[in-house]
């Protein structure tokens, strides 16, 4: 029998095991895999812990992101997936759909091939971080060129993705971390200002000020320089983990 991840009550990592489990055939609609990576986000972690937006169902498994190799196909789903190298793109219940295991099965809306130049491993860790990224800036505040992007907890999987959505779209970056050490990591990827401290917020204040901030739910704005920052723009855009606010034109702010 394949091998799975569960967990029979709430708790830290400890309370995770390793299962032999009977995977059920994809019903319509689904379509099942041999998994070959999976990619492991803050939900997971929230997700035993009872802190997500679903509680678990026990025994319960868990995983969002998967890469694996179509074995078969239930009703309504086109048959030549078969056989293809597909990620699922996260947006289904890890109850009624978990995939940190050797074998899973996924709804079929929620999976896309692969490119071959995309291993498995990077093609596992991608959705949840970029797709959130992007939602916000693109689809929610029409970030573009001429815009300028604060981005709090910079360094984390969501803010270096957002890194590079912000540079795609033709506009400029603030990025904020904690320590130094990580400061050409943000340059890498595509910084403009990488702020490391309060005396570096006051240089930046005189040269620019943002008109979007995307603040990460984890890094609340508590410091009066960054609040002045996000709160002081020309087109103030705040966007948080949970906003559902409509922004047409820009003109709303939080």
């Known amino acids: 029998m394949p091998k799975a991840v569960r967990f029979h009550k ?3 990592p400890e309370v995770l095991q390793i299962e032999e489990v009977q995977v059920r055939h994809p019903e319509a609609g689904e379509v099942a895999i041999d998994v070959a990576a999976v990619g492991l986000n803050r939900a997971e972690s929230m997700y035993y812990r009872g802190n997500y937006s679903q509680q678990p169902e026990f025994p319960s498994g868990l995983g969002y992101e998967v890469v694996g190799t179509v074995t078969a ?78 981005l709090t907890a910079a360094s984390s999987s969501v803010g270096l993705a957002a890194i590079q959505v912000v540079k795609a779209q033709g506009a400029l970056s603030i990025a904020t971390t904690r320590t130094s050490a990580k400061k050409q990591l943000l340059l ?11 005396e570096s917020f006051a240089e930046l204040r005189a040269e620019t000020v943002p008109n979007c901030s995307l603040r990460s739910l984890s890094t609340p704005l508590k410091t009066c320089a960054l609040r002045g920052l996000a709160f002081g723009c020309k087109r103030p855009i705040l966007l948080a983990s949970g906003d559902r606010g409509n922004r047409p034109g820009r003109s709303n702010t939080h």
């Open 73 to 150: 196909v239930g009703e309504g789903v086109d048959s030549s997936l078969i056989g293809k190298r597909i990620g699922t793109i996260p947006g289904y219940s890890m109850n009624r759909y978990p995939v940190l295991g050797e074998r899973a099965v996924v709804p079929a809306y929620d999976v896309a091939e692969l490119p071959l130049s995309l291993p498995s491993v990077e093609g596992a860790a991608v959705w949840m971080q970029y797709a959130t990224a992007y939602g916000a800036l693109v689809e929610f505040a029409k970030v573009g060129p001429g815009d300028t992007v604060l």
């Open 10 to 12: 709430l708790g830290g």
């Open 188 to 198: 890498d990827f595509g910084v403009h200002w990488p702020i490391i401290s309060l």
